[in-house]
C-alpha cells in the first residue's frame, strides 16, 4: 500500500513539473517549436487563412496600452517632392552615407529594389510606385519601439521590439534566391542554412563577420557588416552602451509556440547567443505576458502585425499576395526560430510573421525579402536618450 501511494505522489509530482514548465511560457523566453503548412506556398497559406483576434491582445503595460518610445535613427520614409539632396554635404554612419536635404534632415540614398518588379502596384506613403530600379531618398528618422515586457526572462530588462519592418535580409547568405543552399561547416560541425548563431542576419543586425559558401566557391569568412551593421548605424556610442547583451535561448523549446501547439526543431536548433540585436523566436512571439495572441490568431488589431516602411519596401521586402492585400495588412517578418528542411529540396526552412499576424507561417532561409523587426533589451527607459511617443 505503501509503495502504491509513493508512486501515485512521484507520477503527481511530475506531471506538476511539466504543467509548470510550459505554463512558465508566460513570463518568459523559452519555449515553443514549429510545424509544417499544408501549403505550397507558405506566405500564401498564411493569407488565405482568415479569422478574428483572440480577446487577449492587449499587452497591458501602461493604462492598456502598450508604451512606445522612440530610440535610435534609420532611414524610413521617402523624400518629400519639395527637398532637395546636396550630394556635397554628407556623413558615413555604419552601413551608409547619408546626405544633407534642403530641409535639414539627413536621408540615405539606396537603388529601388520593388519585389513585384515593375507592376507599379506597391506603393510608397506618399502614393508614388515604388521602383524597381533607379536612386531614391529616405529620411532619416526616429526608430519607433513598443514596450513588450519590463521583466525578460525574470532578469528585470526591458523588450523593445520596432513597430515596423525597417528593412530587409537574408537569413542564410547566398548571392541568390536560386543558389544552391550547402550546409558550412564550421569548428568541425555541420551548420545548417537555419541556424541563428551563424545566420547573415545576426551579423547584419550585430556588426558581426559570417561564413559564407556560395554555389561552386569555398567557404569564405565575409566581413562587409564587420563594425557597422544596424547596431552601429542606428545608434550613437552612448546609445549602444546602455542597450544590453541579451542571453538568448535557441533551445528546442524557443521553437515552438507559448503552448506547445507546434513541434519543436529539436534536430536545427543552435546554442544560446549573446546579441544585443536580435530577433524573437516562435516562443516569444506567443506570449501573452507579452501581449501576444495564440499562434494561429490572426486578424485586424493583431499585436504581431508590423508595416514596412517605405525605405524597407525599396529595399525589396515581401507585402503578401497585392491582389488581396487589405489596408490593415502587415508584412511578413522573419523569427530566429528555424523550423526543418525538405529532405527533397533541401530547402531549411525558418518561422516567420504572416501578414496579417498568424504565427504559425514559415520562409525558406535563403528567401531574399524577409522582413525584420528588431528587438534590443535595456535596464530603464532614458529620458536623455529616449523620446516617449505620444
Not at 20 to 26: K, T, W
Not at 150 to 158: A, I, L, M, V
Request: proline content about 3%.
Amino acid at each position: 500500500m505503501k509503495k502504491s501511494v509513493r508512486k501515485t505522489l512521484f507520477f503527481i509530482l511530475v506531471f506538476s513539473f511539466f504543467l509548470a514548465l510550459f505554463a512558465g511560457c508566460s513570463n518568459s523566453s523559452a519555449g515553443g517549436h514549429p510545424s509544417e503548412n499544408d501549403g505550397n506556398n507558405p506566405q500564401e497559406n498564411e493569407q488565405n487563412q482568415g479569422g478574428d483576434d483572440d480577446d487577449d491582445d492587449d499587452n497591458d503595460i501602461v493604462d492598456n496600452q502598450p508604451l512606445v518610445v522612440e530610440f535610435g535613427t534609420w532611414p524610413q520614409t521617402i523624400k518629400a517632392a519639395e527637398v532637395e539632396i546636396d550630394e556635397t554635404d554628407t556623413k558615413e554612419v555604419g552601413l551608409f552615407t547619408y546626405y544633407r536635404g534642403s530641409d535639414g534632415e539627413w536621408y540615405a540614398k539606396i537603388i529601388q529594389n520593388d519585389f513585384y518588379g515593375s507592376r507599379g502596384e506597391n506603393k510608397y506613403s506618399n502614393g508614388e510606385v515604388v521602383g524597381s530600379s533607379g536612386y531614391a531618398y529616405f529620411k532619416v528618422e526616429p526608430i519607433k519601439w513598443t514596450l513588450i515586457t519590463d521583466d525578460y526572462s525574470y532578469r528585470g530588462q526591458k523588450l523593445l521590439l520596432a513597430e515596423n519592418v525597417l528593412f530587409r535580409q537574408e537569413f542564410y547568405p547566398v548571392d541568390s534566391y536560386y543558389d544552391e543552399i550547402r550546409n558550412r561547416t564550421i569548428d568541425g560541425k555541420t551548420v545548417y542554412a537555419n541556424n541563428y548563431k551563424y545566420s547573415k542576419i545576426r551579423a547584419y543586425l550585430n556588426g558581426l563577420e559570417y561564413e559564407n559558401l556560395s554555389y561552386g566557391q569555398s567557404q569564405t569568412t565575409n566581413n562587409e557588416f564587420k563594425d557597422k551593421g544596424f547596431l552601429q548605424t542606428a545608434f550613437s556610442d552612448v546609445q549602444q552602451s546602455v542597450i544590453l547583451q541579451g542571453s538568448l535561448e535557441n533551445s528546442a523549446f524557443s521553437t515552438t509556440d507559448c503552448n506547445a501547439n507546434l513541434p519543436q526543431a529539436t534536430d536545427f536548433v543552435c546554442e544560446n547567443t549573446m546579441d544585443k540585436i536580435f530577433l524573437l523566436s516562435e516562443a516569444e512571439v506567443t506570449n501573452p505576458y507579452y501581449g501576444f495572441s495564440k499562434y494561429d490568431s490572426r486578424g485586424e488589431g493583431n499585436t504581431r502585425i508590423r508595416k514596412a516602411t517605405d525605405f524597407a519596401k525599396a529595399s525589396g521586402v515581401y507585402l503578401g499576395n497585392l491582389d488581396v492585400v487589405e489596408d490593415w495588412w502587415g508584412a511578413p517578418w522573419c523569427l530566429r526560430s528555424p523550423l526543418g528542411v525538405d529532405s527533397i529540396s533541401n530547402q531549411h526552412y525558418i518561422r516567420e510573421i504572416g501578414p496579417t499576424g498568424g504565427a504559425d507561417s514559415y520562409a525558406v532561409a535563403n528567401e531574399g525579402a524577409m522582413g525584420i523587426v528588431p528587438a534590443l533589451l535595456v535596464d530603464s527607459i532614458y529620458e536623455n536618450l529616449m523620446r516617449y511617443h505620444i
